[in-house]
């Protein structure tokens, strides 16, 4: 695990400082949204527009960074390292030929896989709790006080098992295909389509199919508004373990490339 964290660190930390500065960045916008020139212009948008970009309240500092840093920009941003982080994991490693040399050793197939989801974990742990320390830093100066510091954990830790999911579906499409580009590809298409699903679902009345999207249970509670919501946490936890449980089981049965 700590090998894996060690030669994905740069990428890492520029994910982490990236994410964490773009989040800043357009929280230092909320002071002049506040005053109502973006709401008014937002107002020409369509309601069901408004509605699918979580613009219905931008007037607020929980409805604007709902809408805008942790609605939009925040996780495409965070999940992109994910994406690219599971598809290394385990078929990046297969292709370049590394993975064949690693397992002559005396070490399970199991073991490989749950260390390098562990390094996953730890990886969406680090950019969420440096977006939570930068959200924290612009909080005064941005007029963000009406979020408490649980409230912007919540939303954090929100952020990580999301991380996590994308990330650890992308893992399993490697270990079951051995294939970088169909992980990376298979990933990527699971994101777009999950995020289609939580902003377009409701506007052709099937509001249920929501439910099966992460980026519901990662925002659909509203973190910043109502703190930690456990069902939606513990949807993406569960989803999460589900996925790399498929992992294990595909990745011990099948012969690797050689």
């Known amino acids: 695990m700590t090998h894996t964290l060690w030669e994905g660190r740069r990428a890492l930390a520029g994910f982490a400082a ?7 960045l357009y929280a230092g916008f909320y002071p ?23 613009m219905e309240d931008l ?13 939009i920009i925040v996780p495409l941003v965070a999940v992109i390292w994910g994406v690219a982080t599971g598809a290394r994991a385990i078929a990046g490693e297969e292709e370049a030929g590394h993975l064949d040399l690693l397992l002559a050793h005396p070490v399970s197939r199991t073991r490989v896989l749950l260390d390098r989801f562990a390094a996953l974990a730890a990886g969406a742990a680090l950019i969420a709790a440096t977006v939570w320390v930068a959200m924290l830093a612009v909080r005064p100066g941005a007029d963000l006080g009406d979020i408490g510091v649980a ?12 991380v996590v999911v994308f990330g650890t579906l992308t893992l399993a499409i490697g270990a079951a295909t051995g294939s970088r580009g169909a992980a990376l590809g298979g990933g990527a298409a ?15 009345g099937a509001g249920a199919l929501r439910h099966l999207s992460p980026f519901h249970h990662y925002i659909g509670g509203e973190p910043l508004r109502h703190g930690f919501q456990w069902d939606g946490l513990a949807t993406l936890t569960g989803t999460a373990l589900v996925l790399l449980a498929v992992a294990v089981v595909t990745f011990d049965r099948r012969d690797l490339a050689t």
């Open 18 to 24: 990236g994410t964490a500065l773009v989040g800043a």
């Open 32 to 54: 002049q949204v506040a005053d109502g020139a973006m709401g008014q212009a937002v107002q020409g948008f369509s309601p069901a527009m408004r509605e699918a970009l979580r």
């Open 59 to 71: 007037g607020s500092a929980a409805g604007y960074l709902g809408s805008s840093v942790f609605g």
């Open 151 to 162: 409230e912007f954990a919540a939303q954090c830790l929100a952020l990580a098992l999301l």
């Open 190 to 204: 699971a994101v777009a389509l999950a995020y289609v699903i939580q902003a377009l679902a409701g506007q052709v």
